[in-house]
């Protein structure tokens, strides 16, 4: 199978709530997975289990064959930093820096030298519409400029799986599809795949499937067909 992630019978509870109740999916390489149902249904507790985030109480998480769930927080801090890339609802950029070192910053915490890091973080503004941005402090971004440097930001490191919890649960309707369009698109065109979280149905229609969560379970199958 050509699984990039897969999660198996994952449970996951805080002290009497079932959070994650045996869930079972698995992403392609290059898909882009909608993760949809209402609040409190378990949606982002089983992005952390997949993304290494948290650890579930049961099941298994396996990245590209290697079983993740098991590795020590140390291991698997590396794995997120060098295979995933995360967008989250209020973009959590660093205010003091501009949104190139921004962007730059997982590089520099994998390494590559500061130059060198805010050169290739420059390459994504001109794709992404912000060009000339590049100098900006997140303060002098709008809501949508900010959220594409998020994106701009988790695709730098060229990531096998993007994690987007509400990444325009934030933003206007417009500007949201705007962004989700974009964010689609840039990991496609990456070959990374995309698991994102959302409410909007008009958001989810950017992917190429949609898994609805309940009460901690999928009521949709967690596999491609
Ligand atoms: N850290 C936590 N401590 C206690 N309860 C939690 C915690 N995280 C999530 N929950 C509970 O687990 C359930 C699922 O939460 P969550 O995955 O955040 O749902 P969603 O993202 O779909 O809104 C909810 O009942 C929530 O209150
Ligand atoms: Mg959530």
């Known amino acids: 199978m050509n699984d990039v992630l897969a999660g ?53 998480v396996h990245l590209l064959g290697s079983r993740i769930d098991a590795m020590r927080e140390r291991q698997r801090s590396a794995l997120r930093r060098t295979r995933f890339g995360f967008v989250f609802q209020f973009g959590q950029l660093l205010p003091e820096l501009p949104a190139e070192e921004n962007v730059a910053l997982p590089l520099m915490l994998g390494g590559v030298a500061r130059g060198e890091a805010v050169r290739q973080a420059r390459e994504w503004f001109g ?28 695709l ?49 229609r950017w992917c190429d499937r949609t898994v609805e969560v309940r009460d901690g379970r999928l009521l949709t199958a967690g596999m491609a067909a």
Do not use: W, Y
């Open 8 to 60: 198996r019978a994952l449970t996951k509870r805080f002290g009497q709530t079932v959070a994650l109740s045996g869930v079972d999916i698995a992403i392609r390489a290059g898909e882009a997975v909608a993760i949809m149902g209402p609040s409190g249904s378990g949606k982002s507790t089983l992005l952390h289990c997949l993304a290494g985030i948290m650890k579930p109480d049961s099941g298994e």
């Open 127 to 154: 794709p992404l519409g912000l060009g000339g941005m590049e100098g900006r402090r997140p303060g002098e971004l709008s809501g949508g400029q900010a959220q594409r440097v998020a994106i701009a930001r988790a």
């Open 156 to 204: 730098v490191t060229k990531p096998a799986v993007v994690f987007a919890d509400e990444p325009t649960g934030a933003l206007d309707q417009t500007t949201g599809h705007d962004t989700m369009r974009l964010l689609v698109e840039a990991t496609k065109h990456n070959g990374a795949s995309l698991i994102v979280v959302t409410h909007d149905p008009g958001v989810a």
